[in-house]
């Protein structure tokens, strides 16, 4: 049985940092995406940040390419989602999801986490 568990998020002031954790049990497959998606209060679900399972590739959101940053721990089965330069607009539940088969394509996903709430005041 494939589990994922997030955790990291909380209340932050813009241009403050976060850094949300996915630990992956039950799913060993090398060849797929591990993501990050959010979705804001009457807003889509958005593809934020994917990273290769089976390499170092890395996809990002442009909204937001330069301030955060996707990377795994093989040896723990988590990936993180450093999260730098927060801005108001980036409050969402962000999920992690494993098992995809394309990047920041929600519905390409298997596996899917409950959710971490990140929240950012200005």
């Known amino acids: 049985q494939v589990q994922l568990v997030e955790s990291g998020g909380g209340s932050v002031q813009a241009g403050g940092s976060l850094r949300l954790s996915c630990a992956v049990s039950?799913?060993?497959?090398?060849?797929?995406?591990t993501g990050w998606f959010r979705r804001a209060p009457g807003k889509e679900r958005e593809g934020v940040a994917a990273i290769y399972t089976g390499g170092t590739s890395t996809y990002y959101a442009d909204s937001v390419k330069g301030r955060f940053t996707i990377s795994r721990d093989n040896a723990k089965n988590t990936v993180y989602l450093q999260m730098d330069s927060l801005k108001p607009e980036d409050t969402a539940m962000y999920y992690c999801?494993?098992?995809?088969?394309?990047?920041?394509?929600?519905?390409?996903?298997?596996?899917w986490g409950q959710g971490t709430q990140v929240t950012v005041s200005s």
């Open positions: 039950g799913h060993t497959y090398k060849s797929d995406w």
């Open positions: 999801a494993a098992g995809g088969r394309l990047p920041l394509l929600a519905y390409e996903y298997k596996y």
